[in-house]
């Protein structure tokens, strides 16, 4: 297929522009950042600009490139810049989704609207599937499950795909948790802080790539959840990593999220633990454990450090 896929400059677009191409297709990558016009090396597609919150833009690129299908990963991802500027959260996560979905509904064309566990509100004692209802409780939620909607209502061939916490990118596009305690460890950090009292799935870029493309081939459109095997909370997730760098010098602390409220003010779930239920029943869930995606992610991006705490 001639996939056009926007916002692919992205933590995810790094792992999955790349997994489309091995698997033969044809990409046409856009982002709003142009910074890297060839991240994926000089074999891979060159960025081309595409502002999703242009409706011009979205409706020129589509006829000019007419791909077979869209797959829109562009998006403000940002708990504190959307709560401090609803606006433009609303303007990026909705409205822009309404002008992709439209083209590609007047193209005749499916749609992949990548999603989040953060649609949920945290309360559920067990872990979310794709028939429990969606309730957010802080303005990214609610723009982005305001756009699960409109692409539910606009096209009818789509994929809502709902991802945890995401885990990829490496040192370059790798701006999330993961790496934030990466970061410590090479600064030279003793002691990290981590939560306990916020529970989530993590979500491995390239295992989410390569999920994916089971489900393009399949073309069994629905709304799907696709998060790693198993569940943690932050201080879980830092603690796997620290043994796996061996790094049994640094004391991990146990917090609660009031630590960070001068950091990361904006609510956010309790719970964001997800279970790729669809994807179970129809024989298609190829996730891994977390642990073990994490595991790989460590090693294969950051093998320095892996490298340094076996010495020490």
Request: hydrophobic share 40%; with cysteine.
């Amino acid at each position: 297929m001639r996939i056009l896929a926007t916002g692919s400059a992205g933590m995810l677009g790094s792992a999955l522009v790349p997994a489309l191409m091995r698997a033969g297709h044809g990409v046409v990558a856009t982002d709003i950042d142009l910074t890297d016009p060839q991240p994926w090396g000089p074999t891979g597609p060159t960025l081309g600009h595409l502002d999703v919150r242009d409706r011009g833009q979205v409706r020129h690129t589509m006829a000019a490139e007419q791909p077979d299908i869209v797959l829109h990963l562009a998006a403000e991802t940002s708990l504190e810049v959307s709560d401090a500027d609803p606006d433009h959260a609303y303007l990026t996560n909705t409205v822009a989704t309404k002008y992709v979905a439209q083209q590609a509904r007047s193209a005749g064309i499916p749609i992949v609207y990548i999603s989040t566990a953060g649609v949920f509100d945290g309360q559920k004692a067990t872990a979310y599937t794709e028939f429990d209802r969606p309730n957010p409780i802080n303005t990214y939620g609610a723009s982005k499950h305001e756009g699960e909607l409109l692409v539910a209502a606009t096209v009818p061939q789509h994929f809502i795909i709902r991802a945890g916490w995401m885990v990829g990118g490496g040192r370059m596009k790798d701006h999330k948790f993961v790496s934030r305690i990466v970061d410590q460890v090479r600064d030279g950090a003793d002691t990290i802080y981590a939560v306990t009292d916020k529970l989530g799935t993590p979500t491995y870029a390239p295992d989410f790539s390569s999920c994916l493309l089971g489900l393009l081939d399949s073309k069994v459109y629905g709304t799907y959840h696709m998060a790693c095997g198993g569940e943690g909370s932050r201080y879980d997730v830092a603690a796997h990593l620290l043994d796996v760098l061996g790094r049994t010098d640094i004391e991990l602390v146990p917090v609660t999220s009031e630590h960070f409220a001068d950091e990361f003010p904006s609510p956010r779930p309790p719970s964001e633990i997800m279970r790729n239920l669809v994807l179970d029943l129809q024989g298609m869930n190829t996730m891994r454990p977390w642990r073990v995606a994490l595991a790989e992610y460590l090693q294969a991006e950051f093998p320095d450090l892996v490298r340094a705490s076996r010495v020490a």
